[in-house]
C-alpha cells in the first residue's frame, strides 16, 4: 500500500488550500482514510478522518468548522480541503488508511502512511 500526499505550500493567514492523498497498491474504496499533522517541536496529532464508505467524517476541535475531508474513490483520492487556515495550522500533513471498521482518531491504529507535506500559514 502505497500513499502519496501532495498540496501543501506557503499561504498567509486566513486563506485556503487543498491537500490531495492518492492511494494505490489495493482497493481504496475498502479502507478508511485518516488526516494527522505534526508542527515542530510537536508531538503529531489528528486532524480528521473519513470512512471508508464514505458516508461520515469526524474531526479535531481544532478544525472543525474549518477543514472538510472528502473522497474520491474512482479517483484513489481523499482530500482535505483547509479554509480560513491560522498560524496554528502550520505542520507537516500526512494521510495515513486503515482497513474497515471504524475511523480512528489513533494514529497508532493506521498501519499505512503517506510521506507528508507542508503547510506552512504565515500571520
Known amino acids: 500500500v502505497q500513499l502519496q500526499a501532495s498540496g501543501g505550500g506557503l499561504v498567509q493567514a486566513g486563506g485556503s488550500l487543498r491537500l490531495s492523498c492518492v492511494t494505490s497498491g489495493r482497493t481504496f474504496s475498502n479502507y478508511n482514510m485518516g488526516w494527522f499533522r505534526q508542527a515542530p517541536g510537536k508531538e503529531r496529532e489528528f486532524v480528521g478522518a473519513i470512512h471508508w464508505s464514505g458516508t461520515s467524517t469526524n474531526y479535531a476541535d481544532s478544525v472543525k468548522g474549518r477543514f472538510t475531508i472528502s473522497r474520491d474513490n474512482a479517483k484513489n483520492t481523499v482530500y482535505l480541503q483547509m479554509n480560513s487556515l491560522k498560524p496554528d495550522d502550520t505542520a507537516v500533513y500526512y494521510c495515513?488508511?486503515?482497513?474497515?471498521?471504524?475511523?480512528?482518531?489513533?494514529?497508532?491504529?493506521?498501519?499505512?502512511w503517506g510521506q507528508g507535506t507542508l503547510v506552512t500559514v504565515s500571520s
Open positions: 495515513a488508511t486503515k482497513r474497515y471498521g471504524p475511523t480512528s482518531a489513533y494514529d497508532y491504529e493506521y498501519p499505512y
